[in-house]
């Protein structure tokens, strides 16, 4: 029985039942780390002895009669972009190669409680910025659906991880599609809640508005589970959303019947693979089967989303990147001589050619003479997609694209034509410029066995609808295929 494929709900009714222990489950996905990540490259940190040690812990917490909560004993992977207390914390950036943090972040905690094992730290595109988890200082990390090909990005490592059985779930980021679009691309569910449902204290900030932690499963059922552990109000996060919070497996109904679906024209986009429109299609007519009424609409301002993002986030990122300056902590410079030359080589040499694309693009939009023209222009507009979408909820329950526009491509395919790369998006910004929830679920293989993602996109706080949606669909789609490597 291979442990490290199971999922963490069936996992939980084996501890149950004392068949397991999590010493059993932590053993059998830390061997899979070590037998295959030397090729997958998902993890930058592997916390072995501190997670057997976990495990035997919880094992002795089982054992002596002591609550199995959803994730008691189940090894779940971290972006290495959240913050974990006496372990490093890198953003795989050479800047902050040896910063550990002296504190947990609440989700961190909220798992703790839960009686989680951590099994490491997961690789990603330096400080959440790329769509194909090459811009990592630690290195890229490979599909382990064809290891010539991306993983997707920004949380390239938390995809390929449960796509490859070196964890049963883990914890992404998502700015702009930085969860569901490396879901799509490695075959797992990868689901952005609405913002301010996950409070983002201890997430190292890329774009504080955009930024949104979430989690990848191998299904619904344990996508639910994870949401009810790490959702709810954090009064040290300003923007964490002061209400209560549902029991998300609640809405895990295989029932669609009377459901309203929009399809935006906008988000099936030129040039769109073939076969990913196939799929998507195929998705549609499932669900009109199931008693779903499925209809086309216009987004007409979504055709803006891309030039917006590329504005907002680098704006945002360029002010929060300031803090990295080698005083404080992380890299630093020794060779310089004045103050203005360590920061100028600090900065240089510890971030990556996309960061400091970024950050370069960004401090020009802020840049006086040109706020107005870019930046604050690039907010009116984004209220304009925020008022489209209200509009478009207010007559349809769910919203439905695919989540990129093609599988995974090959590596090193664009990382020459960063244009080119930003399109990758094109279908998962949207959902974060509005702050809605969004999930992406494997909709089957391309001929070439690749994987498909469908996204399903709520109004905000309605996450029932995208659950409910998601569920029904995984469901009929009856997805079970896994990578052989």
Not at 349 to 369: D, H, N, P, W
Not at 441 to 464: C, H, K, M, V, Y
């Amino acid at each position: 029985m291979e442990l490290n494929y199971l999922t963490a709900h069936e996992l939980r009714e084996k501890l149950q039942s004392r068949e397991i222990s999590s010493t059993d489950i932590t053993q059998s996905v830390l061997g899979r780390i070590k037998s295959k990540d030397k090729d997958i490259n998902s993890y930058i940190r592997i916390e072995e002895k501190s997670a057997l040690q976990s495990a035997r812990e919880v094992d002795n917490h089982i054992t002596g009669g002591g609550n199995i909560e959803d994730f008691t004993g189940i090894p779940v992977g971290i972006k290495d972009n959240i913050c974990t207390r006496g372990i490093t914390t890198t953003c795989a950036s050479r800047i902050l190669k040896s910063y550990i943090p002296i504190y947990d972040a609440t989700i961190i905690k909220k798992l703790k409680k839960n009686n989680y094992i951590l099994p490491g730290k997961l690789n990603m595109d330096e400080f959440a910025m790329g769509s194909s988890n090459e811009n990592s200082h630690f290195g890229p990390v490979k599909n382990p659906w064809d290891k010539t090909r991306v993983p997707g990005g920004s949380s390239g490592g938390p995809a390929a991880s449960v796509a490859a059985g070196e964890a049963i779930c883990s914890l992404g980021s998502d700015t702009g599609g930085s969860i569901r679009q490396p879901a799509a691309l490695c075959g797992v569910v990868g689901f952005k809640p609405t913002y301010g449902m996950v409070s983002r204290y201890g997430l190292i900030a890329f774009a504080s508005s955009l930024d949104q932690i979430g989690p990848f499963s191998r299904d619904m059922e344990d996508c639910a589970a994870l949401l009810n552990v790490i959702c709810g109000h954090d009064p040290c996060d300003s923007t964490s959303i002061n209400g209560e919070v549902p029991d998300y497996k609640n809405f895990l109904k295989d029932d669609i019947r009377g459901l309203k679906i929009g399809v935006p024209r906008e988000l099936m986009v030129e040039g769109i693979d073939p076969e990913v429109k196939s799929s998507v299609e195929s998705a549609l007519k499932m669900a009109g089967d199931m008693g779903a009424s499925v209809e086309e609409i216009s987004i007409p301002n979504l055709e803006y989303a891309l030039n917006v993002y590329y504005i907002i986030a680098p704006s945002e990122a360029s002010s929060n990147l300031s803090r990295f300056d080698g005083v404080r902590y992380g890299f630093r410079d020794k060779s310089a001589k004045t103050l203005r030359k360590m920061y100028q080589l600090t900065r240089a040499q510890g971030f990556g050619e996309e960061v400091k694309r970024r950050i370069m693009i960004g401090t020009y939009c802020l840049s006086a003479g040109y706020y107005d023209a870019y930046y604050e222009k690039a907010l009116k507009v984004r209220t304009l997609i925020i008022n489209d979408f209200n509009k478009a909820f207010s007559k349809y329950d769910v919203l439905i694209s695919p989540t990129s526009p093609t599988t995974a491509f090959k590596l090193g395919e664009r990382t020459e034509d960063p244009l080119t790369m930003y399109l990758s998006d094109i279908c998962t910004i949207p959902a974060n410029l509005a702050g809605l929830p969004a999930v992406s679920i494997p909709a089957g293989l391309s001929s070439e066995g690749l994987p498909i993602g469908l996204q399903i996109i709520g109004n905000t706080l309605r996450e029932d609808n995208v659950i409910r949606t998601a569920y029904s669909l995984e469901k009929a789609i009856g997805f079970k295929a896994r990578p052989k490597i």
